[in-house]
T-cell receptor, first 120, second 110 residues
Framework: EAGVTQFPSHSVIEKGQTVTLRCDPISGHDNLYWYRRVMGKEIKFLLHFVKESKQDESGMPNNRFLAERTGGTYSTLKVQPAELEDSGVYFC??????????????????FGEGSRLTVL | EDQVTQSPEALRLQEGESSSLNCSYTVSGLRGLFWYRQDPGKGPEFLFTLYSAGEEKEKERLKATLTKKESFLHITAPKPEDSATYLCAVQAVWDYKLSFGAGTTVTVRA
């Protein structure tokens, strides 16, 4: 079974440019999360999708960040315009829905390898 | 706001030298505490879920325990392949998001 895949693995852009990160969750996983780790800090929550709906976007830093999840499948995270402080590693994670899979904790997430963003 | 503090930041062990990692947490209503392992250039990999004080979970050379204020990850007779960053995270009872600590980087020398 394929894991969570993220693209690109590394992106280098100039301040003010736009970048779009993509995440393909494990097939059938209703829950999709975005987290990020900026230099020297802990991993921080950005937002949570249940299927195509945004369940919680309380971690999104500002309106330069836009996340979408098309048809409840893959997700994109767009940063426009990018700032220096946006540099870091963006992780996507997925987990099954609870119905029929009660043994799986809602905190048991399957993470991708991350997309490293460098803003110059 | 939920807070998670891990110590030490880094731990260097000789192969076979057992040790413990600490995770102190503050959360208003704990749904669960989670341990993840992260290798360089990879995403976190789930290890354990602990739900209530007194609970213990084991997996190979790793054993996680939980009290009302902290969790410990014990590594018994570690091997070089146990070298990784170990992350602790908490989830509040009304929430789905995880609040992570900064991690403990463990290096095991042969």
């Amino acid at each position: 079974e394929a894991g969570v895949t993220q693209f690109p693995s590394h992106s280098v852009i100039e301040k003010g440019q736009t970048v779009t990160l993509r995440c393909d969750p494990i097939s059938g996983h209703d829950n999709l999360y975005w987290y990020r780790r900026v230099m020297g800090k802990e991993i921080k929550f950005l937002l949570h999708f249940v299927k195509e709906s945004k369940q919680d976007e309380s971690g999104m830093p500002n309106n330069r960040f836009l996340a979408e999840r098309t048809g409840g499948t893959y997700s994109t995270l767009k940063v426009q315009p990018a700032e220096l402080e946006d540099s870091g590693v963006y992780f996507c994670a997925s987990s099954p829905g609870l119905a029929g899979v009660l043994r799986v904790s809602t905190g048991e997430l399957f993470f991708g390898e991350g997309s490293r963003l460098t803003v110059l | 706001e939920d807070q998670v503090t891990q110590s030490p930041e880094a731990l260097r062990l000789q192969e076979g030298e057992s040790s413990s990692l600490n995770c102190s947490y503050t959360v208003s209503g704990l749904r669960g505490l989670f341990w993840y392992r992260q290798d360089p250039g990879k995403g976190p990999e789930f290890l354990f879920t602990l739900y209530s004080a007194g609970e213990e979970k084991e997996k190979e050379r790793l054993k996680a325990t939980l009290t009302k204020k902290e969790s410990f990850l014990h590594i018994t007779a570690p091997k070089p392949e146990d070298s990784a960053t170990y992350l602790c995270a908490v989830q509040a009872v009304w929430d789905y998001k995880l609040s992570f600590g900064a991690g403990t980087t463990v290096t095991v020398r042969a």
